[in-house]
């Protein structure tokens, strides 16, 4: 089945530090996706991503989409406390047919004041 | 700002029980998802629902589970026999379509413990 490798698993950083994770998978997917998830919240979406090599911003957020589709990254920059919690990539296969969302394991993140 | 709810937040059952869980999604939406979350592990998807009927499982979504809109307003997981293994956070999303993308709105997620 389809699966995507997050890494790293967790990072320790310190507030005011840039944050860079990605995501890799072994198929194709038509939108790649991240989101936040924070203790006892369900996942909130960041940034989503639609076409292959697409660079999105959002805030201090800057999330690429690479070019063979099988890839991504986020980055965040200026790391501040509130950014702590679990960052989940999740892929789209819409022209699969499918519907479901596969999200990776996900990195947790701590911000040290 | 519309958002999904999940009740209860948290659920405890005996091994053999049956649990429902009840999802509000958002007014507008058409379409409707569950997901479930393993303690520490990644978000998997079990089940979308589309004008009353299931539009897509996982191999997750055996026969013990079943979802239902009972009325215009909620969407419930029931789990018919409970095992130990389906302890885990399940989560309600909801989109109002489907396509090239159309983003699905997660619940808080409802925590369920089988012991």
């Known amino acids: 089945g389809q699966q995507l490798n997050q890494s790293p698993q967790s990072m320790f950083i310190q507030e005011g530090e840039d944050v860079s994770m990605n995501c890799t998978s072994s198929?194709?997917?038509?939108?790649w996706l991240w989101y936040k998830q924070e203790p006892g919240e369900g996942p909130v979406l960041l940034i989503a991503?639609?076409?292959?090599?697409e660079l999105t911003s959002n805030g201090r957020l800057t999330a690429q989409f690479g070019i063979t589709r099988k890839d991504s990254f986020l980055n965040i920059s200026a790391s501040i406390p509130s950014d702590v919690g679990i960052y989940f990539c999740?892929?789209?296969?819409?022209?699969?047919?499918?519907?479901?969302?596969?999200f990776g394991k996900g990195t947790k993140l701590t911000v040290n004041p | 700002e519309p958002e999904v709810t999940q009740t209860p937040s948290h659920q405890v059952t005996q091994m053999g029980q049956e649990v429902i869980l009840r999802c509000v999604p958002i007014?507008?939406?058409?379409?409707f998802y569950w997901y479930r979350q393993i303690l520490g592990q990644k978000v998997e998807f079990l089940v979308s629902?589309?004008?009353?009927?299931?539009?897509?499982k996982s191999e997750i979504f055996d026969d013990q589970f079943s979802v239902e809109r009972p009325d215009g307003s909620n969407f419930t997981l029931k789990i018919r026999s409970t095992k130990l293994e389906d302890s885990a956070m399940y989560f309600c999303?909801?989109?109002?379509?489907?396509?090239?993308?159309?983003?699905?709105?997660f619940g808080p997620g409802t925590r369920l413990t089988v012991l």
């Open positions: 999303a909801s989109s109002d379509g489907r396509g090239y993308y159309n983003e699905q709105f």
């Open positions: 198929s194709i997917f038509n939108t």
């Open positions: 991503l639609y076409k292959a090599g």
């Open positions: 999740a892929g789209h296969d819409f022209q699969g047919g499918s519907e479901k969302l596969v």
């Open positions: 007014s507008n939406h058409l379409y």
């Open positions: 629902f589309y004008n009353n009927e299931i539009s897509e």
